[in-house]
């Protein structure tokens, strides 16, 4: 029997055996085989299992975008951090960021040292982490975990009972003498961390062999963990009593357990000195959480509840979801005299279309997610409500207080993941890109969208010292994206500025306040579709154009594409996927071509001499094949294709001449100046849903 001639659900049990060039190989090899080399199963095993990539249900990829991933995560992946930088959490040092003086401190030890970053910044020397799967915030640091299996940290893990020195540069966190730590050359099953959860002061991880290990002080080393009551198998997350995932709180951790349940305990202050290693604490069992599809003989209120699909910890709430499409809470406090979880019957519904998929939250907050695309918030006043109500003799209707929160925007517009802070939360799109919502506190930066001033011109206006977003009720499906290209900061500083045309913008500039509120508005959303189509170039201008055309299977991503959005306290933090050569084609849309000199007009292929031609094509050749090798981007080749064919002129900013656009305000009335209407992108939106009260 000949390979082909094999059933596909035979073939496809197959291919993970082989390595990326063993299977490209195979695929390569004959026509029938063709047909698979782009087998989503495939690139999707072997990318999550080669770059320890954490599990995202709502991430649905084929085959290609898949393959690009596994391209991509090698050697384009990057970590940006944003907001508050009181410990060095943000990775930074004072000299990286250029904030107002006094905008976003909150003071206190060291933390004259470092500023706030109010815009997307990468962490400083990433290189010693090696390629990043997941990045995660804590209430003062932030923690990365590497292809490898190894933990960094930036910041401080516990500033309040453990005021250590913040740590600005990446720092690996250790494990007790013992537990050799795996690196790139030395693999322990047990020190190589799978997964891990970052709670406000501390982080557990999980390892290959399914230990659990716990950190609360980034000084000392790790504790693994061992309960009183339940026993854990180290089976590589394989049978009963195998752990399959981790979950770290505010003040409390929890594991879900391979027929147990979801587990919850309290946290262990202090680590590991010279003669402990691991600590046995109480622990305590959501009820009614070890359900399992093939499990025989479960009790009743397991079998009601149904298998649970993922769970979080809250500040003092275990929320969870289950196959049969509902969602329930417990109190995590270890003494709790509430007999089973509660269902929070307001987040489900009766319909077929309708499956929950997946749940995520920190702190306070939590959203739920649809397979129609809805997205539920709640947070810990409506679980209160929840469990009170189970308590009382007769069940209350569910009124506004038991009602989910529905935000518009994000609705059925592809939102895969959630990240929430003490006041903010952004939500990461399918196509790569992060929206904010919320307030950031003292005007940190949490938002992500831009300094000071600049902010309110996106639509995060001031209030008692606090930036909130403020999005257009005219627009219900208005969006506020946070913008990796430092370019776009730039432009929106540029017309903040108005050099030279002050005249026409300084009546414009004076609308820029919570009292006109709508103008903001406005601007913030003919800002934000010019920086939806930015890769596009500008309207009408003589630019640099491509060199190629964008064919490949990543052509409808962005230069930045984010794999993970992440946030805790007053910070934020994203994994990034940078594209350099895509983003140096887009900058260079944005710049005019100066008129060459009259003597020497440009022409990129001169005629030659066949001779010289030949000559000339083979060492070009030999030194793009040298640079391609070296690893250098096409960046480098294009600055240097325009200095020698411009000469000492350089080009400029197509928006040099801008200025703060004037624009229709929905009222009806027109901002003030004597220049033309801006245009809009996409067409002036419908202002008839605008309420004049805000």
Same mark, same amino acid.
Request: glycine fraction near 8%; aromatic fraction near 8%; proline fraction near 8%.
């Given at each position: 029997m000949l390979l082909t001639d094999l059933p596909v659900d035979i073939l496809v049990l197959i291919f993970p055996y082989l390595g990326a060039p063993d299977f490209l190989s195979l695929t390569s090899s004959c026509k029938a085989l063709l047909t698979y080399r782009q087998e989503p199963s495939f690139w999707h095993g072997l990318t999550a299992e080669t770059f320890r990539l954490p599990p995202q249900p709502l991430l649905r990829a084929d085959g290609a975008r898949w393959q690009w991933l596994y391209k991509s995560l090698a050697t384009q992946s990057r970590v940006f951090t944003w907001g508050n930088n009181e410990k060095g959490n943000l990775?930074?040092?004072?000299?990286?960021?250029?904030?107002?003086?006094?905008?976003?401190?909150?003071?206190?030890?060291?933390?004259?040292?470092?500023?706030?970053?109010?815009?997307p910044l990468p962490i400083q020397n990433e290189t010693v982490v090696g390629i990043v799967s997941d990045v995660q915030c804590g209430g003062w640091s932030t923690v990365l975990l590497n292809a490898v299996g190894q933990l960094f940290i930036v910041g401080v893990l516990n500033a309040e009972t453990f005021p250590s020195r913040a740590t600005v540069e990446p720092a690996k966190l250790s494990f007790p003498p013992g537990y050799p730590p795996t690196t790139k050359d030395r693999y322990d099953p047990a020190t190589a961390i799978n997964r891990f959860s970052v709670?406000?002061?501390?982080?557990?991880?999980?390892?290959?062999?399914?230990?659990?290990?716990?950190?609360?002080?980034?000084?000392?080393?790790?504790?693994?963990?061992?309960?009183?009551?339940?026993?854990?198998t180290e089976n590589h997350g394989q049978g009963r009593g195998s752990v399959t995932r981790v979950a770290a709180g505010w003040a409390g951790s929890s594991a879900y357990i391979t027929g147990c349940g979801i587990v919850f305990w309290k946290n262990m202050p202090g680590g590991a000195d010279s003669e402990t290693d691991g600590y046995l604490t109480q622990s305590k069992i959501v009820p009614g959480t070890s359900y399992q599809r093939h499990s025989r003989g479960c009790p009743s209120l397991d079998t009601r509840i149904g298998e649970v699909i993922n769970h979080i910890v809250l500040d003092h709430y275990i929320v969870f979801i289950t196959r049969k499409n509902k969602v329930f809470v417990y109190p995590v406090d270890i003494d709790?005299?509430?007999?089973?979880?509660?269902?929070?019957?307001?987040?489900?519904?009766?319909?077929?279309?309708?499956?929950i998929e997946d749940i995520q939250g920190q702190m306070c907050n939590f959203g739920v997610f649809s397979s129609n695309g809805l997205v539920l918030l709640g947070n810990s006043d409506l679980l209160k409500a929840f469990v009170e109500a189970s308590q009382a003799t007769t069940?209350?209707?569910?009124?506004?207080?038991?009602?989910?929160?529905?935000?518009?925007?994000?609705?059925?517009?592809?939102?895969?993941?959630?990240?929430?802070?003490?006041y903010h939360f952004h939500a990461l799109h399918s196509d790569g890109t992060i929206t904010s919502y919320g307030t950031e506190p003292r005007g940190c930066g949490a938002l992500g969208l831009a300094f000071s001033d600049l902010a309110s011109l996106r639509g995060a206006l001031p209030s008692n010292g606090d930036r909130r977003v403020s999005l257009p009720p005219w627009n219900r499906d208005g969006r506020r994206t946070v913008w990796f290209e430092q370019e776009k900061i730039v432009w929106l500083s540029h017309l903040r500025i108005y050099k030279g045309r002050e005249n026409e913008a300084e009546q414009r500039l004076? %609308? $820029?306040?919570?009292?006109?509120?709508? *103008?903001?508005? /406005?601007?913030?959303? =003919? @800002?934000?579709?010019?920086?939806?189509?930015?890769?596009?170039?500008?309207?009408?201008?003589?630019?640099?154009?491509?060199?190629?055309?964008?064919?490949?299977?990543?052509?409808?991503?962005?230069?930045?594409?984010?794999?993970?959005?992440?946030?805790?306290?007053?910070?934020?933090?994203? %994994? $990034?996927?940078?594209?350099?050569?895509? *983003?140096?084609? /887009?900058?260079?849309? =944005? @710049?005019?071509?100066?008129?060459?000199?009259?003597?020497?007009?440009?022409?990129?292929?001169?005629?030659?001499?066949?001779?010289?031609q030949a000559v000339s094509g083979a060492g070009m050749w030999l030194y793009e094949t040298g640079r391609r090798f070296l690893g250098l981007t096409e960046r480098d080749s294009l600055q240097t294709e325009i200095k020698e064919n411009l000469g000492s002129k350089h080009p400029t900013d197509v928006w040099a001449n801008d200025v703060l656009p004037r624009l229709r305000l929905p009222s009806g009335g027109v901002m003030p100046?004597?220049?033309?209407?801006?245009?809009?992108?996409?067409?002036?939106?419908?202002?008839?849903?605008?309420?004049?009260?805000g």
């Open positions: 990775g930074h040092s004072t000299h990286k960021i250029q904030n107002p003086p006094g905008r976003g401190l909150r003071r206190g030890p060291g933390a004259h040292r470092y500023q706030s970053a109010a815009v709670g406000r002061s501390h982080v557990l991880g999980l390892s290959d062999s399914g230990k659990i290990w716990e950190w609360s002080n980034n000084n000392l080393k790790a504790m693994f963990v061992k309960f009183l009551s339940v026993d854990i709790s005299l509430i007999a089973e979880p509660v269902e929070l019957r307001t987040f489900s519904e009766d319909s077929p279309d309708f499956h069940q209350p209707p569910l009124h506004e207080r038991y009602q989910p929160r529905i935000i518009p925007a994000l609705q059925k517009s592809s939102v895969i993941s959630l990240a929430f802070g003490d004076r %609308l $820029v306040s919570p009292a006109v509120e709508e *103008a903001c508005q /406005v601007w913030g959303e =003919w @800002l934000e579709r010019e920086g939806r189509a930015w890769h596009l170039g500008p309207r009408e201008t003589t630019t640099f154009s491509d060199k190629t055309p964008d064919a490949n299977a990543d052509a409808d991503n962005g230069a930045y594409f984010a794999l993970k959005i992440t946030a805790a306290g007053w910070h934020s933090g994203a %994994l $990034v996927l940078v594209d350099e050569k895509k *983003a140096e084609r /887009v900058r260079h849309k =944005w @710049l005019v071509q100066p008129t060459p000199p009259i003597d020497k007009p440009y022409t990129h292929n001169e005629e030659q001499n066949p001779l010289i100046g004597t220049a033309p209407l801006a245009e809009w992108r996409g067409g002036e939106p419908d202002f008839s849903g605008w309420r004049t009260d």
